[in-house]
Nanobody, 129 residues
Framework: EVQLAESGGGLVQAGGSLKLFCAASGLAFADYYIGWFRRVPGKDREGVSCISSRDGRTYYADTVEGRFTISRDNAKSTVYLQMNSLKPEDTAVYYC??????????????????????WGQGTQVTVSS
């Protein structure tokens, strides 16, 4: 059974930092693109960042560029999202998703709801002002 498990969320003051973890099991992790998304109740899901499968190229939404850093450790089947200079508008539930194809990268920053191979359950990030 494939599982993605997010952790590392919490409450932090504006300007602070958090590091999110997406730990995977049951899949050939190195073969998968991994994306971080976030959702605020009443708003559409937003693509935050993506890291490609083999070469580890990284991609970011304009809203987090320069503040967030995505990385992966294939030996540990884990993707990280280091979030610095957090703002109240970063408050959301953060999810990681995995897909074997570049479809995830091609669609995650677009408007609309797209399906990917696997999703985690999410971790809450709250940034207080």
């Amino acid at each position: 059974e494939v599982q993605l498990a997010e952790s590392g969320g919490g409450l932090v003051q504006a300007g602070g930092s958090l590091k999110l973890f997406c730990a995977a099991s049951g899949l050939a992790f190195a073969d998968y693109y991994i994306g971080w998304f976030r959702r605020v109740p009443g708003k559409d899901r937003e693509g935050v960042s993506c890291i490609s499968s083999r070469d580890g190229r990284t991609y970011y939404a304009d809203t987090v560029e320069g503040r967030f850093t995505i990385s992966r450790d294939n030996a540990k089947s884990t993707v990280y999202l280091q979030m610095n200079s957090l703002k109240p508008e970063d408050t959301a539930v953060y999810y990681c998703a995995a897909d074997r194809s570049p479809w995830l990268l091609a669609t995650m920053f677009r408007n609309g709801s797209y399906e990917y191979d696997y999703w985690g359950q999410g971790t809450q990030v709250t940034v207080s002002s």
